[in-house]
């Protein structure tokens, strides 16, 4: 069954910068579209970003682009999404997820990994 | 895109049946997934294009709808199903989520 986990999550200060991996397994990881989600403090459910299969395309939340880049190494099944400029706004528990399908819905998600922005 | 779920909270008993609404604020055909959250749990994909059981979801679990108006509707209440549902549109491929419906 395919599985994945989320790590590197941490504290930091606003401003900072941080790499998030999201590890796969039980499944051909560059044949689906994967994202990155995040619950915020405030409950709710937020898309972060979206990479294509092949990395032809990316997609972003407007709260992140221009901060955020997602990207992949299929080689190595993992998912990554650096984050630069980091705000209080972004602490969050930050998902990993396959996508099923095009556009996509997700069918296989991480348990998160904890990211706190604080001074 | 701006889904609309409702209500926000729905307090029922175990073996009663919810009924989940989610509006859009433009058609998206039938491209609405359903997902189920626990506490301390990652999402789970229930219902797909709108009417679709994903994989293991229990028959208790049935959608509908299709445009602007979408319906998820759980029978006979389990200990479980006591969470917080999402509804997602994939009509793009910049996602949406409803703010979710909390069954307590």
């Known amino acids: 069954e395919a599985q994945l986990v989320e790590s590197g999550g941490d504290l930091v200060r606003p401003g900072e910068s941080l790499r998030l991996s999201c590890t796969a397994s039980?499944?051909?990881?560059?044949?689906?579209?994967m994202s990155w989600f995040r619950h915020t403090p405030a409950r709710r459910l937020e898309w972060v970003a979206t990479?294509?299969?092949?990395?032809?395309?990316?997609y972003y939340a407007e709260s992140v682009r221009g901060r955020f880049t997602v990207s992949r190494d299929n080689a190595a099944d993992t998912l990554y999404l650096q984050m630069n400029g980091l705000r209080a706004e972004d602490t969050a528990l930050y998902y990993c997820?396959?996508?099923?399908?095009?556009?996509?819905?997700?069918?296989?998600w991480g348990p998160g990994t904890l990211v706190t922005v604080s001074s | 895109i701006v889904l609309t779920q409702s209500p926000v909270t729905l307090s029922l008993s175990p073996g009663e049946r919810a009924t989940l609404s989610c509006r859009a604020s433009q058609s998206i055909g039938h491209y609405l997934a359903w997902y189920q959250q626990r506490p301390g749990q990652g999402p789970r994909l229930l219902i797909y294009d709108a009417s679709n059981r994903a994989t293991g979801v229990p028959s208790r679990f049935s959608a509908s709808g299709s445009g602007t108006e979408f319906t998820l509707t759980i029978s006979n209440l389990e200990p479980e199903d006591f969470a917080v549902y999402y509804c997602q549109q994939r009509d793009t491929w910049t996602q949406r989520f409803g703010q979710g419906t909390n069954v307590e």
């Open positions: 997820a396959r996508g099923r399908t095009v556009p996509p819905d997700f069918d296989y």
């Open positions: 990479i294509t299969g092949s990395s032809s395309s990316t």
């Open positions: 039980g499944f051909i990881f560059g044949a689906f579209p």
